[in-house]
């Protein structure tokens, strides 16, 4: 009796462990294991739903005024407009149109070519071109282009049976120049030098003022 007694007590908790109550238990799940879950799902859906209104109520006309507003986007011209707009020196001045430099006064029937000042540089840098220079002889002695001749053009007669022997090439290109735009020795002594024949006579109309300005090479004293 007692054998069978302790049989039947296994038997019947191997029926309860095997029974439909028992795989119900095993089936559902500890309660501190689902919770994570749930709060994922829930705080997921709170985002969510927090920024569609936020994005619903930017794009809508009727939409619940934020407490922060976005920041306005400004045109270029309301910001020059504006009274705290960073000014700058010459804002709102009008620009003068450039005038044109003033010629000097040429003898009849000029048509030499003139120079600028990059051009007559360009020449001194190549070394092409023979410079003369028409002012005084004084003038010359202060300071001169370096190389250039001291031919002034004010005694040409007097000058040229000395200057004209040491320019024996009449093809070469010719430079002359004197105190710049209101200065015409250097437009009198290219119409003489054409007068003798020689045929690439130019004149540097900014002379030497402007090239002194420029601080290209001079030279001083006697020596070209």
């Not at 238990?25 to 969510?48: D, K, Q, S, T």
């Not at 809508?60 to 976005?70: A, F, H, Q, R, S």
């Not at 707009?85 to 044109?100: D, E, L, N, S």
């Not at 002194?212 to 030279?219: F, Q, T």
Request: net charge positive.
């Amino acid at each position: 009796m007692k054998s069978l007694g302790k049989a039947g007590i296994a038997f019947k908790q191997r029926g309860l462990n095997n029974g439909p109550m028992a795989s119900r238990a095993r089936r559902r799940p500890p309660i501190p294991f689902a919770l994570p879950g749930v709060l994922a799902e829930a705080w997921g859906l709170f985002l969510f739903s927090a920024i569609f209104a936020l994005f619903f109520n930017l794009f809508y006309t009727d939409g619940i005024e934020l407490k922060v507003k976005p920041a306005k986007k400004l045109h270029l011209q309301e910001i020059l407009k504006s009274p705290s707009a960073t000014r700058y020196p010459g804002w709102g001045t009008a620009v003068p149109p450039a005038q044109p430099a003033a010629l000097a006064p040429a003898p009849d029937g000029d048509n030499l070519p003139r120079l600028s000042l990059s051009g007559a540089k360009d020449r001194f840098d190549r070394q092409s071109a023979l410079f003369l220079d028409a002012r005084s002889p004084e003038e010359y002695k202060q300071g001169h282009i370096p190389g250039a001749l001291d031919f002034y053009a004010d005694d040409f007669d007097k000058v040229a049976p000395q200057m004209l022997p040491q320019m024996p090439d009449k093809n070469r290109e010719i430079v002359a120049y004197c105190h710049g735009t209101s200065c015409d020795l250097s437009i009198h002594l290219a119409q003489k030098l054409t007068e003798q024949g020689y045929r690439h006579v130019e004149v540097f109309f900014g002379g030497w003022p402007e090239w002194k300005k420029a601080g290209y090479p001079i030279r001083s004293g006697e020596t070209p």
